[in-house]
């Protein structure tokens, strides 16, 4: 049962699917009924990522250019959890051209221009696993993709930057690295560069650890070979 289609099963594209959000009790971390389950039609997971799109406070139009209103209504869908995730993505791409990567604190380090696919790969690291259907299969899955998204789970702040809230937790302790390679390469050619990266990281058994790799597909002539 296909219930992926175009746009959403482009290979360069990050796919949203929805869950419920914080107004329904008890189910915020639930896979949402209409969310498109995968494969595409070449056996690859989408969606890739889910946000909340269960009880939306979105704006609602009276369809009158002249009265101005400030209206809102309840909505739901995963055109209500796509924004979500692009506003988090602006957030990871702002944190990483503002300096904040690697310390955790403004323009600590160089500005980065995160390509896409290291913006993907990023957002992915940040998943967790949603409750309901297929939770208790290894992510990804054909259901939920990666899971839910969190940001606290990637992103490192300075205790400078942190608020009140989490003045107790240990938030500088994640540690975070970032490695991209932007050669552009073809199908039938090998890799313009070829490089070896080597980076101690020690893990307590209790302790989250993930790596995330992604790669932009080249289209040519030879699709088919695609992988």
Request: charged letters at 20%; one cysteine or more.
């Amino acid at each position: 049962n296909i219930g992926i289609l175009t746009p959403a099963g482009a290979k360069n594209v990050l796919t949203v699917g929805a869950h419920f959000n914080a107004q329904d009790r008890g189910q915020r971390e639930r896979l949402a009924g209409f969310t498109a389950r995968s494969p595409t039609y070449d056996n690859r997971i989408k969606p890739e990522i889910c946000g909340p799109g269960e009880s939306i406070t979105s704006a609602r139009s009276d369809g009158d250019l002249t009265t101005k209103n400030c209206d809102t209504e309840s909505k739901m869908g995963t055109s209500m959890a796509t924004p979500h995730i692009a506003g988090a993505a602006v957030l990871v791409r702002q944190y990483f051209a503002d300096g904040f990567y690697p310390h955790g604190a403004r323009g600590s380090g160089p500005a980065v221009d995160l390509a896409a696919a290291t913006l993907k790969a990023a957002l992915l690291t940040a998943s967790y696993p949603l409750s309901g259907e297929l939770a208790t299969q290894q992510l990804p899955n054909n259901a939920q993709g990666f899971g839910g998204l969190n940001l606290e789970e990637l992103l490192r702040f300075n205790k400078d930057f942190v608020d009140e809230a989490h003045a107790n937790q240990d938030v500088t302790a994640r540690h975070l690295l970032i490695l991209q390679e932007t050669e552009a390469t073809t199908l039938h050619e090998p890799p313009l560069r070829q490089q070896q990266h080597d980076d101690q990281i020690s893990a307590a058994a209790s302790q989250r650890f993930c790596i995330s790799l992604t790669a932009k597909s080249q289209f040519d002539s030879a699709r088919n070979k695609l992988t």
